[in-house]
């Protein structure tokens, strides 16, 4: 069986604050968040989901905000660096936002491309590069007007702690195309318009640990759920542990971990987030599946309020 992904679905990361982690990632950069439920199997945590207007595949970055988490390390075994990725043109205008709002910028390179490289609140790697590929998003929220906002994912850096065995296994199982090796680094295609460069480190990095400020993991699209079926049998053929497929609510889900300690998820793209929102208000409510309905009451009243806000430094 030969598969291709289509790129990244989502990824997900820990972080400490929820209401710091919206004014960050609504507030600064401008993504919509998209879906307010609970970790499905710790319902004391959120569970945040942020993206595009309509949360697409390719633009969402999940959290589990935990207050008590210990601080993590960004290393081997990990996603090492999110690539955010915006229209041509737009580079400066984030360099002049990010470094209002005392973020402190690093411009680097890779694969020739010019990166604006910086951390949330919690230390999360995360980058911007410029591209022409993906649809131009539609969101415009607080001093991001649409024409300069994130598209979604540019992709994703990988610290592996077996380089080259992760990647064969982009090549060969997840069906991503090399494109090169430059500067440590090999870079991958997939097929998608966002999500869809991968680079892997190809010297080694120190050990990551988990914890705020660490990716948990990275999933990769499947089309539907025929096709995540196969997935699943094409993954255990390959020789990794697959998990059964999980009801995620807004997709189904299967976990594995890749020989270079990184926690890889297949996720379907449907039914996504208008499953049980209105598009118009995703995000407005706490979403609870229907078999934590009953304990609403109490889960509710064990979590901080947050709210989407127009931060000071856009308000004058
Ligand atoms: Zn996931």
């Not at 005392?102 to 790697?125: M, S």
């Not at 990184?262 to 793209?269: R, V």
Request: net charge negative; glycine share 12%.
């Amino acid at each position: 069986m030969s598969k291709h992904t289509a790129g990244i679905h989502h990824i997900t990361a820990f972080v400490r604050n929820a209401q710091e982690t919206v004014d960050f990632y609504s507030g600064v950069l401008g993504l919509r968040l998209v879906k307010k439920t609970i970790n499905f199997d710790a319902p004391e945590v959120y569970h945040l989901y942020f993206g595009d207007e309509k949360g697409s595949p390719g633009t969402i970055i999940t959290f589990f905000p935990w207050a008590h988490s210990r601080q993590g390390r960004v290393g081997a075994g990990q996603v090492g660096i999110t690539t955010y990725v915006v229209p041509v043109g737009a580079m400066a205008f984030w360099k002049e936002r990010l470094e209002r709002f005392d973020i402190q910028v690093t411009e680097a390179t890779r694969f020739g491309e010019q990166l604006l490289q910086f951390e949330d609140k919690d230390g999360l790697k995360l980058e911007i590069v410029e591209r022409e590929q993906g649809p131009q998003s539609e969101w415009s929220f607080g001093g991001v007007p649409a024409g300069k906002a994130i598209k979604g994912f540019g992709g994703a850096l990988l610290y592996s702690a077996a380089p080259e065995k992760t990647a064969t296994l982009l090549e060969q199982v997840m069906g991503l195309t090399k494109e090169g090796e430059n500067g440590g680094y090999v870079r991958f295609r997939a097929t998608g318009d966002l999500g869809n460069v991968i680079d892997v480190n190809t010297t080694l990095v120190a050990n990551g640990i988990g914890g705020a400020g660490t990716v948990h993991h990275i999933a990769w699209r499947a089309k539907d759920d025929a096709d995540h079926t196969q997935w699943r049998e094409h993954v255990l053929q390959n020789g990794f542990q697959a998990t059964p497929i999980i009801d995620r609510q807004y997709f189904n889900a299967i976990y594995f971990r890749e020989a270079g300690g990184i926690l890889f998820e297949i996720a379907t793209d449907p039914p996504g987030f208008a499953r049980d929102e209105a598009p118009d208000s995703l995000g407005e409510k706490l979403m609870l599946p229907e078999w934590f309905e009953p304990r609403r009451a109490d889960i509710e009243a064990n979590l901080d309020p947050i709210e989407v806000r127009v931060l000071e430094g856009d308000r004058s």
